[in-house]
């Protein structure tokens, strides 16, 4: 906290999240500062089998030198190994929340993610949140790996469209449908009929929650 002002770092593995995690602080937040890092280059290894460990560690320890009380990963790939990174403050993985909302009245999971590398760590973390929370889910994964190409291409609009299209399908067998990528998101909003959630917003509330005030 820098002159009485609470600060939170985001640790970001594309450019599109900085803008989106600026605007959900200040609605959440107004008071806050948030420091933005982005490494495009921690995704891109993680998905080749690389260990980015010790390079995860030091940016999330680099945000909290630069003063952020606590710090979200907004990547769900390396999301897991961020949270165990000693750095000095707390560092939230941004689909946490949603995971804890997802499995909380039990019953049928959909995991739509645009990245292969990102489905273990998401269901892992939702099979985590359910033994914690004493309820049994069964979880089913839906890829939807042509999207990320264009993503890629920075036709966001199709992006969110493709994975909408996508959700709109794995809705009908399942309770809810967890979008396990922060950039999704939009998508939710393109199916607002449907049980969807997705991890930006309530990644920000929490981190206001345990900001030291």
Known sequence: MLGGVPIIGFLHTADVHVATFR???AGAAP?????????????EDARAGADVGERVAARLRSLAADGADVIVCTCSTIGGLAETVDAGVPVLRVDRPMAEAAVAGGGRVA???ALASTLAPTTAL????????????EIVE????????????????A???RVAGHVRTVAATADVVVLAQASMAPAA????????LSSPRTAVARAVAVTPT
């Open 189 to 196: 909003d393109l199916v607002p009929d449907l049980p969807v």
């Open 31 to 43: 008071d806050a500062r948030g420091l933005h890092v982005v490494d495009a280059a921690l995704l």
């Open 23 to 25: 605007t959900l602080l």
């Open 159 to 161: 992006y969110v469209r």
């Open 126 to 137: 939702l099979r985590e949140c359910a033994a914690l929370a004493g309820v049994t889910v």
């Open 111 to 113: 995991v739509v993610a």
């Open 142 to 157: 839906a890829p939807c790996l042509d999207a990320w190409a264009l993503f890629e291409s920075g036709d966001l609009d």
